[in-house]
């Protein structure tokens, strides 16, 4: 038997920690979600099938800009001394992952406005004809295309390790500290972005070839979280006490229900057989993979928030 | 107290004060009741002073930071607090930012106990309070108006009210607290403990307690000492129903079952005799009726006492062993608030009587004999005498009392025999808190013709009264000089650090004011309190600027041990140690103590314990919001297999009924391996139900309000008050 | 180079929290939040029981992964006694170094920014003791340098058996609970 008390009583805190609520999670997801649709985009462009894959390589790049302005927003309403934000940008701490996640976007956004370029809206060249310039300097220049391919990998999966690192990186928390999370949370980010893909793309084969790429992210995600737990789970006693939570703890009903059945099994089963052409392709299956990727980004940060070593309360 | 709110505060006290200076100029402007902040000083200030959060007394020194009070530190000439205070004295500073002060002088509107006022100024309450006291006068004579006051702080109070001819003055540190303890030992060794205890623990090798939790309970010196002794590595004892944080420390934890001290006590005592391991030469020099005693406990054995404690024979005979191969720097410690079971002065007797079979009464590690200064006294007019007798204990009803009985004021207040009470002067003592059964408190309160409490915060009683009046913090006022008796003779001056935040005054200045109003002033000579402090050190030979700077003198040291060439004395009538008392047997008692069956709870029933904690006072410090913040409400400990049984979970809230059907506030559960399963325990204090006091209203559960029974020591008239039992009520 | 520690006797403790009232009243910590505190631990079946008290607060770690995760270098470790502050006009509050505290010692000040215990800096270069080991009743709490082998501090290592919070944690925390 043993009984812990402690007088300490801090807002945020106690009786445990939840320094982080919506914002965070929101962030990292949308991090996730355009890291892997740059990766995709810039797949496309790398091996020159930009054309064909259109939405990917023409669409997504203003929809990631978009989207990705929505969670570096919300990452600023985390913040609890918001005027001195601009103190990210005066330091890079190399052993912050939250430093170097600053720079990062930073550079995410030229990278993404560069493919964004290919193709940019109809009222946008209208306004300013440079613009169209630019666009038809880049299409003269397919190895600068295959560049712009390359960095937004590049960058695409580093946002995509980042958004993971930002929570494995914290060793006090024993459900984050495995790297694993970082390639969950970018493969999680890729199989967003293709189910995302899948739900908007109007041309037939572009749809089926993202529908097929994610039921093999889907798999891949399952086998990750598979890793991660098994990697927990003959860890130490807390290690084991973090994965629990979500195995059989409070969290679990979220994470069997909304992140493994409904957030990847069903989807999957759904895409196999749309890909097989048993049922009609519909955006039923992508937006349960879009909003089970949200609910990980949501259990994990909460469930490792709530994680802790035992005998400190 | 948050940095921003305390500004925003002080913003608000300002606005006050000039309310206050405004309501003020009705009346006369008494010299000393002078602003001392008017030029705040840039930087820091230090000014010492002694602090009231309790009654010990600590000297201190404030810091003022550019003029508003920051912190308080103790002062490390002090032979209390060496340079140390206390959790509640280090918080102090909370009395003063308190939002929930009384700020102006209230006089009721409605009915008593509705809490609706109106605010008046002094001149008007204290002409109120004088017109009704000179009618009671006249009607009833002066002995019918009776006083009850807490600390030092009454002195000036209850010298106008004796000009005034009253007789009547309690308190409730008597008979509902360390009553027992002292006539326990007066009627053995002759003398009391007295305040501050005159216990060596630093210096004892074998320190025994017997439910006194030092550590939670936090005398300061007494904490201090009890760190010396663990690092000393002295051999601790801990008798308790509750592992309570002494026991954590202990060597030898006994889990007693609650109301058999007196036969552990009587077992311990068997052992020491029986096996000649007592101290021969001091029981042959001082002792009276040892034969009779060794006599009477010779069947006492520890298997005799194991049924009733539930205390292994074995360990009973070890820890006796124990105590007396250390003799006699053994401390038996006679404890402090000691009114349990109504058999308590047969108890504090038995623990007298160990430390005498053990030589620790007047030895080194044991009780020592206390020194103090003493100043001349103010040379005031001599008070009226009165032909009545005080009518607290009639005709001796209770033999042994040494002071008077708060409850025997209030039954005679209630029966109007054998004369009438038909006024209450309340001082710093929350009654409805303090006194077991609060219908019967309520019930003499409706008897009165006046009620006025004086006090911080609206406590309770204030609740209760038909004129508040708002006393200045002790940070805010000057007292008469803390003399304790103590190791060493020194005395300490309490002066004012800030000034009050609103229309408050000190007591002095009250007690003056409501004694010029009764016609009295020549009783007080003096303008200024500074005066009357500045004559009495005067004659005494000493200055009071130097004091003011210096805030303690302290003595030179003087023997304070039988071993230091102390010859005692003892003042019983044998003028020895009593083990064998005779004016007990005349009176109809146990010449020597004999151990009685408590009552026992019924099935479903536990034991409702109550103790302190160490951030808190009485009910007396839960709006101090710095306190507060480290214990905001209190719990009820239950032991974990009877949570269990019960279904009931840690934190969770539930209610406590007793067994006259008394249900208490909600109150959070601490399900625990600390406790006997008999028995609960909570902190007392809490349950706050007087509207005034915002910041603790509601805030846990009372257990004096559950405290609707108590048992009458037929010695002294303590009121026993662990003879409740409480039951759960899981639905809140 | 100074290294501060504190050793805090729990044979001693009582854990009455003067340590923390001091430290509100020194620090003026804002009314709901605590610098330090009291946690008690109980071990066994009654009457068999065994407490511990600790008075527990910032542990000033070697290792200190709270100043590792700051992105903008609020979070420092003093010149001084490697005693780890925050900077309050650097701090952002993305709150990355409360969630990276093993012990949980730190929180957010009500004005914005990562607060925490800091071993009374301010008194310290004065040649003071950290405001809660200045007012302990029970002088269970010392403080002193790790780097100097003559400090009380260390002699009190040498002979005594202690223990430090979640060694498991890899900080190598300076708060050394005598046991």
């Known amino acids: 038997m043993l009984e812990l008390t402690t007088t300490r009583h801090n807002p945020m805190i106690d009786p445990s920690l939840h320094v982080w609520s919506w914002e965070i999670p929101l962030y990292l997801f949308i991090g996730g979600l355009v890291a892997g649709m740059m990766i995709i985009s810039g797949y496309f462009l790398f091996s020159k099938r930009y054309k064909e894959i259109d939405c990917v390589c023409y669409s997504l790049p203003l929809i990631s800009l978009i989207v990705l302005s929505i969670g570096m927003f919300s990452l600023f309403l985390d913040l609890e001394h918001k005027l001195f934000v601009w103190r990210l940008y005066t330091t890079l701490k190399i052993s912050s992952p939250m430093s170097w996640g600053a720079w990062i976007l930073i550079l995410v956004y030229p990278v993404i406005i560069a493919n964004f370029l290919m193709n940019p809206l109809k009222f946008i060249e209208v306004k300013f004809p440079q613009i169209t310039k630019l666009t038809t300097f880049i299409h003269q220049r397919p190895r600068l295309i295959q560049n712009i391919g390359i960095v937004n990998m590049i960058l695409g999966g580093m946002l995509g390790i980042y958004t993971g690192v930002l929570l494995s990186a914290m060793g006090s928390r024993p459900l984050w500290n495995s790297s694993i999370l970082s390639i969950l949370f970018l493969v999680s980010g890729l199989s967003g972005a293709a189910a995302f893909v899948h739900m908007i793309a109007q041309n037939v084969k572009e749809r089926e070839l993202l529908a097929k790429a994610d039921n093999s992210f889907l798999i891949l995600e399952l086998f990750v979280i598979m890793l991660l737990l098994v990697g927990l789970l003959t860890t130490s006693k807390v290690h084991i006490a973090a994965a629990r939570l979500l195995l059989d703890g409070p969290f679990a009903a979220q994470f069997w229900v909304f992140v493994i059945f409904l957030g990847i099994i069903v989807p999957l089963i759904i895409q196999l057989l749309a890909v097989n052409h048993k049922i009609k392709h519909t955006p039923v299956a992508p937006v349960m993979v879009i909003i089970g990727g949200l609910i990980l980004r949501f259990i994990i940060v909460y469930a490792g928030q709530f994680s802790k070593y035992l005998n400190v309360l | 107290m948050n940095a921003i709110s305390r500004r925003k505060f002080l913003k608000l006290t300002g606005y006050t004060i000039g309310a206050a200076a405004a309501a003020s100029s009705l009346t006369p402007v008494i010299k000393g009741a002078k602003k001392i902040n008017k030029e705040k000083v840039k930087g820091i200030q230090t000014i010492p002073t002694y602090c009231d959060i309790c009654f010990w007394k600590c000297s201190a020194i404030a810091y003022l930071k550019d003029g508003e009070l920051w912190k308080i530190e103790g002062h490390p000439n002090d032979p209390l607090s060496k340079g140390r205070l206390c959790p509640r004295g280090t918080g102090g500073i909370g009395a003063h930012f308190d939002p929930d002060r009384l700020r102006s002088p209230l006089i009721r509107t409605r009915e008593r106990g509705e809490e609706k006022w109106k605010e008046v100024t002094w001149d008007e309450a204290l002409s109120y309070i004088a017109k009704k006291m000179n009618k009671i006068k006249e009607q009833y004579g002066a002995e019918s108006v009776a006083s009850f006051s807490h600390g030092i702080g009454g002195n000036f109070l209850k010298h106008t009210l004796k000009a005034y001819g009253a007789i009547n003055f309690g308190a409730p540190s008597f008979a509902q607290c360390r009553g027992p303890r002292d006539v326990g030992f007066e009627l053995t060794v002759g003398d009391s403990i007295g305040s501050p205890e005159r216990t060596d623990i630093e210096n004892s090798k074998c320190l025994v307690l017997i439910g006194s939790h030092l550590g939670e309970n936090m005398h300061n010196s007494q904490a201090q000492e009890f760190a010396k002794a663990i690092e000393n590595d002295a051999t601790i004892i801990v008798v308790d129903p509750r592992f309570s944080t002494a026991a954590s420390k202990a060597k030898y934890y006994l889990p007693i079952k609650p109301g058999t001290d007196i036969a552990l006590l009587l077992a311990w005592m068997n052992v020491i005799v029986s096996e000649k391991l007592y101290n021969i030469d001091y029981v042959t020099k001082y002792g009276f009726g040892f034969e009779q005693f060794a006599a009477e406990i010779s069947s006492y054995t520890p298997e005799w006492a194991y049924p009733e404690t539930g205390i292994d024979p074995d360990l009973i005979r070890k820890t006796a062993r124990t105590m007396a191969m250390y003799k006699p720097a053994t401390l038996v410690h006679p404890g402090r608030h000691t009114t349990w079971y109504g058999d308590d002065t047969q108890r504090s007797r038995a623990i007298a009587l160990l430390n005498a079979l053990l030589g620790s009464w007047g030895s080194k590690g044991g009780l020592f004999f206390p020194v103090s200064y003493s100043l001349p006294p103010y040379p005031y007019p001599a008070y009226p005498t009165s032909t009545k007798e005080k009518l607290d204990n009639p005709g001796k009803k209770y033999p042994f009392a040494s002071e008077e009985i708060t409850t025997g004021i209030r039954e005679a207040t209630i029966t109007g025999k054998p004369y009438p009470i038909k006024s209450w002067i309340v001082y710093s003592t929350n009654l409805i808190?303090?006194?077991?059964?609060?219908?019967?408190?309520?019930?003499?309160?409706?008897?009165?013709?006046?009620?006025?409490?004086?006090?911080?915060?609206?406590?309770?009683?204030?609740?209760?009264?038909?004129?508040?009046?708002?006393?200045?913090?002790?940070?805010?006022?000057?007292?008469?000089?803390?003399?304790?008796?103590?190791?060493?003779?020194?005395?300490?001056?309490?002066?004012?650090?800030?000034?009050?935040?609103?229309?408050?005054?000190?007591?002095?200045?009250?007690?003056?004011?409501?004694?010029?109003?009764?016609?009295?002033?020549?009783?007080?000579?003096?303008?200024?309190?500074?005066?009357?402090?500045?004559?009495?050190?005067?004659?005494?030979?000493?200055?009071?600027?130097?004091?003011?700077?210096?805030?303690?003198?302290?003595?030179?040291?003087?023997?304070?041990?039988?071993?230091?060439?102390?010859?005692?004395?003892?003042?019983?009538?044998?003028?020895?140690?009593?083990?064998?008392?005779?004016?007990?047997?005349?009176?109809?008692?146990?010449?020597?103590?004999?151990?009685?069956?408590?009552?026992?709870?019924?099935?479903?029933?536990?034991?409702?314990?109550?103790?302190?904690?160490?951030?808190?006072?009485?009910?007396?410090?839960?709006?101090?919001?710095?306190?507060?913040?480290?214990?905001?409400?209190?719990?009820?400990?239950?032991?974990?297999?009877?949570?269990?049984?019960?279904?009931?979970?840690?934190?969770?809230?539930?209610?406590?009924?007793?067994?006259?059907?008394?249900?208490?506030?909600?109150?959070?559960?601490?399900?625990?391996?600390?406790?006997?399963?008999?028995?609960?325990?909570?902190?007392?204090?809490?349950?706050?139900?007087?509207?005034?006091?915002?910041?603790?209203?509601?805030?846990?559960?009372?257990?004096?309000?559950?405290?609707?029974?108590?048992?009458?020591?037929?010695?002294m008239g303590g009121t026993g008050m662990n003879v409740n039992f409480v039951t759960f009520e899981t639905e809140v | 180079m100074a290294r501060f520690a504190m050793a805090i006797d729990t044979k001693k403790c009582v854990g009455c929290m003067d340590c923390v009232v001091a430290c509100k009243n020194e620090n003026s910590v804002p009314e709901g939040y605590n610098r330090d505190w009291i946690v008690t631990i109980t071990e066994g079946k009654y009457p068999d029981v065994h407490l511990e008290i600790q008075s527990q607060r910032c542990n000033h770690c070697d290792n200190t992964p709270c100043v590792e995760c700051c992105p903008t270098g609020a979070s420092h470790v003093n010149d001084v006694g490697a005693v780890v502050l925050v900077d309050h006009d650097k701090c952002i509050g993305c709150k990355a170094c409360l969630a990276a505290c093993p012990y949980s010692a730190r929180f957010i000040n009500p004005e914005g920014y990562a607060d925490k215990c800091t071993f009374c800096i301010h008194r310290v270069e004065k040649g003071e003791m950290p405001a809660c080991v200045n007012v302990c009743p029970t002088h269970c709490m010392h403080f002193g340098d790790l780097d100097d082998p003559n400090s009380e501090i260390n002699k009190l290592l040498a002979s005594r058996k202690f223990h430090q919070l979640l060694p498991e944690a890899g900080t190598n925390p300076r708060i050394f609970y005598l046991t």
């Open chain 2, 433 to 715: 808190f303090a006194l077991p059964n609060i219908d019967e408190t309520i019930k003499a309160i409706q008897n009165l013709d006046l009620l006025v409490v004086v006090d911080t915060i609206g406590s309770e009683i204030a609740g209760w009264a038909d004129v508040v009046l708002p006393e200045s913090v002790y940070l805010e006022r000057h007292d008469d000089f803390n003399m304790s008796p103590f190791k060493q003779p020194f005395f300490s001056i309490r002066q004012p650090v800030v000034d009050p935040p609103g229309d408050q005054k000190p007591n002095w200045w009250i007690a003056k004011k409501l004694a010029e109003k009764l016609g009295l002033g020549n009783y007080f000579p003096w303008n200024d309190v500074e005066e009357y402090l500045d004559y009495r050190l005067k004659a005494g030979g000493l200055s009071l600027a130097k004091l003011k700077k210096e805030g303690v003198f302290v003595g030179e040291k003087k023997p304070i041990y039988i071993e230091e060439g102390v010859v005692p004395e003892f003042g019983t009538p044998s003028g020895k140690i009593e083990f064998y008392s005779p004016q007990l047997l005349q009176a109809g008692f146990d010449p020597v103590p004999k151990f009685t069956k408590v009552e026992e709870p019924p099935t479903g029933y536990f034991r409702l314990l109550y103790g302190r904690i160490p951030v808190h006072s009485f009910s007396r410090t839960q709006t101090n919001r710095i306190l507060m913040d480290m214990y905001g409400e209190n719990e009820v400990w239950v032991n974990q297999d009877i949570a269990d049984k019960w279904g009931i979970k840690n934190d969770q809230y539930i209610k406590l009924k007793n067994q006259d059907g008394v249900i208490s506030n909600k109150v959070k559960l601490k399900t625990t391996e600390r406790i006997r399963p008999d028995c609960v325990y909570m902190i007392h204090g809490f349950g706050h139900t007087s509207k005034m006091l915002k910041g603790a209203y509601g805030k846990g559960a009372s257990d004096s309000e559950l405290i609707t029974r108590y048992k009458t020591d037929p010695l």
